[in-house]
């Protein structure tokens, strides 16, 4: 069958080269930005240095006054003010419940001294008196609804309307006046009057207008509107700008518009910056290819390194446009800012801190380039220092990372580092206190903020690029995780001796300079596929009962053969990083399981060896032969009985010795100085675990009579001689 290899290689190949051109024109672009902006010979706020006169008329705009005579006009206008639904609404729904509450105890079949006691509790009522009371239990109902209608056109009415409401708290008196005058002019029962006025009094407390935000801004633009920029009309040679007199926004802007400030080209060191990004990423790419050429294979990392230096250059370009004084050297230690530590120390956990070193350096020079584009003053150097120095100190602190605690001591390593060069150039440019304490609290902020990026995007990064870190590994590690405590739970002999491979694997792993943390966390899970029938592995059958002696050895060799498979899918289930997996799948390699194998020939010589093999890939990596070595050593030497360090060490080298003939190992990596020193490690290890414990021998009777005393609490004494003397607590009785 035909396979089109040709057309998919030129594909990649397209897709490589595109990649490499849009991440060349984002370094160029964010770089050289800084050279497109205006750079005038002459600078707001700075004298002119030559009389400059107008070469011919011209009407010129004073834009300047004409925005602040834009907001001195919006400021101008009043705002309008309209109706508190919410208030009017409060009013409204009280005002209903007070007479509500009247028609209630009126009709109530309670005795009069008990409605107004009653009535006494609730506002308004309380402010009347028994009197006025007596007479409101006694009008008819159509008195009642008559009254509320007008009280409610009343309050309602004048509380709502802009000229009459109330704006502010200070007018509420003179809009209950206003609201009792009106109670006064309608045609109502005293006692009725005087139960409006009481409610007005009690609960027109808040002002009743609001300020119509939508119309107040419709009038302030009308009236921003009608304001017209001045025009000066300036003739020919008449003075602009004098020698030596401040070049302010005003003369500015007059200069702009007879264009006679001019701009330097900035495509020239546009072009030269393009140049040196293209030689810092051949230099990149040049790396990788005599160093880490699986990082031009798998181009998706490719792309994270890409990822990862854009988006550091543009925090940085963002921390560089702030100014945080008039001061030019305050104005330069924003570049302290600049997250190349974030940047290196990411790199460095997902991909190696010999990538990450590479990345450090392009990073310092392309960091001080953009500070400083046209290369005029001291902030382009000093932004490159900053970013190389934090950028190298981040690889360091993370290279060995253990825990995630390690991250933010490294963000505290990169402050101190950055403290460190801030000082530095205080004295080596003689400047103030002020520069070294803004400097100090930036380098506290670049630690912090550094630690808390790599905290925050690992797992972005890791999820998207599918690279599994070591803080992964580590969380993973942790044996509270959900199949690590299953396992612990339904099959603790498993656990336990996944633990003691763990520790051999990762002993031999220091020793060899493999992955210690991926060859522990992948020993821990490499046997999670017993979960299924845990109690057909030796190390779980606590029982004398052993299911295999009741099942074809055919059928237990697939029951053995079987938990790879089956921790695969818990794997992909719980979805671990790839090279768990891969750990998992090559733990036993293409092996024989010799045991079954042997049983079955005995049974029928003629069965076939094929159906006794692991059907997996042989170890492709150290660390899974790690595994696998440490697997078969652990189990060897847990079953040899009388264990010395000299049994250990025999056995430990004729299993690896085994392994090697096998061809198990011919697939990774291991060298035959590799080989021995995963043996000795093994030996240390396994020699600590199964020592020679001391038979402790059996007490002369007398210390016997001694330690039953001091159990007994009895009181001991020893004679002139030597003779010990036990005396009970009643002292009747001595031996």
Request: net charge negative; glycine share 6%; hydrophobic share 45%.
């Amino acid at each position: 069958m035909f396979t089109p290899t040709g057309p998919y290689k030129n594909f990649k190949l397209v897709f490589k080269v595109l990649v490499f051109l849009l991440f060349f024109l984002l370094f160029t672009l964010i770089i050289s930005s800084g050279l497109f902006v205006s750079k005038l010979n002459l600078e707001k706020g700075q004298p002119s240095p030559v009389l400059i006169t107008a070469p011919y008329d011209k009407s010129v705009e004073d834009l300047t006054s004409y925005s602040e005579q834009q907001e001195q006009a919006a400021n101008a206008v009043a705002p309008v003010y309209t109706a508190d639904q919410t208030e009017i609404s409060i009013l409204s729904n009280k005002l209903d419940q007070t007479f509500q509450l009247l028609e209630h105890y009126k009709s109530s079949e309670l005795d009069l001294t008990d409605k107004l006691a009653e009535l006494k509790d609730s506002e308004p009522f309380v402010a009347l008196p028994d009197e006025v009371l007596t007479n409101l239990l006694q009008l008819t109902d159509n008195e009642l609804e008559q009254a509320n209608q007008i009280s409610s056109r009343i309050i309602i009415g004048i509380a709502g309307d802009p000229t009459s409401g109330a704006k502010e708290e200070k007018e509420l008196a003179a809009l209950k006046e206003g609201m009792k005058e009106q109670v006064e002019k309608y045609n109502m029962d005293d006692s009725l009057k005087s139960l409006v006025k009481a409610f007005i009094e009690t609960n027109v407390n808040t002002p009743t207008l609001a300020v119509d935000e939508e119309e107040t801004k419709k009038l302030k633009d009308i009236a921003s509107s009608r304001v017209k920029p001045q025009v000066h009309e300036y003739r020919k040679n008449e003075k602009i700008v004098g020698p030596g007199e401040i070049v302010d926004e005003q003369i500015y802007s007059v200069l702009e518009a007879y264009g006679l400030i001019q701009m330097h080209s900035p495509w020239k060191p546009a072009a030269g910056i393009a140049i040196q990004v293209l030689v810092a990423m051949i230099i990149l790419i040049s790396f990788f290819y005599f160093t880490a050429p699986e990082i031009l294979e798998k181009w998706h990392r490719l792309v994270l390194v890409g990822l990862i230096m854009v988006i550091t250059l543009a925090i940085g370009k963002a921390f560089l446009a702030i100014r945080i004084s008039d001061s030019t050297d305050l104005n330069n230690l924003t570049a302290i800012l600049i997250p190349a530590a974030w940047a290196t120390m990411t790199v460095t956990i997902l991909l190696g801190s010999r990538i990450a070193i590479v990345v450090g350096i392009i990073l310092g020079i392309f960091a001080g380039t953009m500070a400083d584009p046209a290369s005029t003053g001291t902030s382009g150097s000093m932004a490159g220092l900053f970013a190389l120095f934090s950028g190298l100190v981040g690889i360091q602190s993370v290279a060995r990372l253990d825990q995630r605690s390690d991250l933010a001591r490294a963000g505290l390593i990169v402050a101190v580092v950055n403290i460190a060069l801030v000082s530095a150039i205080t004295l080596i440019l003689d400047l103030g206190p002020t520069f070294w304490l803004v400097g100090c609290g930036l380098a506290l902020a670049n630690g912090f903020l550094c630690s808390v990026l790599t905290m925050g995007t690992l797992p972005w990064l890791e999820s998207g690029f599918n690279i599994t870190s070591a803080v992964r590994l580590l969380e993973l590690s942790n044996p509270n995780a959900p199949l690590l405590k299953e396992l612990l739970m339904e099959a603790p002999g498993t656990y336990h001796h996944s633990v003691l491979v763990g520790n051999l694997a990762e002993t031999a792993a220091e020793e060899i300079k493999a992955d210690p943390v991926l060859v522990r966390v992948g020993a821990l899970y490499h046997d999670i596929g017993k979960l299924k029938r845990p109690y057909f592995f030796i190390e779980n059958q606590f029982a004398k009962d052993n299911p295999h002696d009741k099942i074809a050895p055919t059928l237990s060799s697939l029951i053995l053969i079987s938990h790879v498979k089956d921790g695969l899918e818990l794997a992909r289930e719980h979805k671990l990083p790839e090279s768990i997996q891969d750990i998992i799948a090559q733990h036993h390699g293409n092996s024989l399981v010799t045991y079954f194998y042997h049983k079955a020939k005995e049974e029928n010589p003629d069965i076939p060896e094929e159906a006794f093999h692991y059907d997996g890939l042989r170890p492709q990596s150290k660390e899974a032969a790690l595994v696998l070595l440490a697997d078969n050593v652990e189990a060897a030497v847990r079953s040899q009985k009388e264990n010395t360090p000299g049994k250990i060490e025999g056995l430990v080298r004729k299993i690896i010795k085994e392994k090697l003939d096998e061809g198990l190992l011919d697939q990774c990596d291991l060298t035959f100085r590799d080989l021995d020193k995963i043996s000795t490690a093994f030996v240390k290890v396994l020699s600590g675990i199964f020592h020679t414990r001391v038979e402790y021998p059996e007490l002369p009777s007398k210390l016997k009579a001694v330690a039953e005393a001091i159990t007994q609490e009895q009181e001991i004494e020893t004679t002139e001689d030597g003779q010990i003397v036990i005396e009970l607590e009643d002292n009747n009785n001595k031996e």
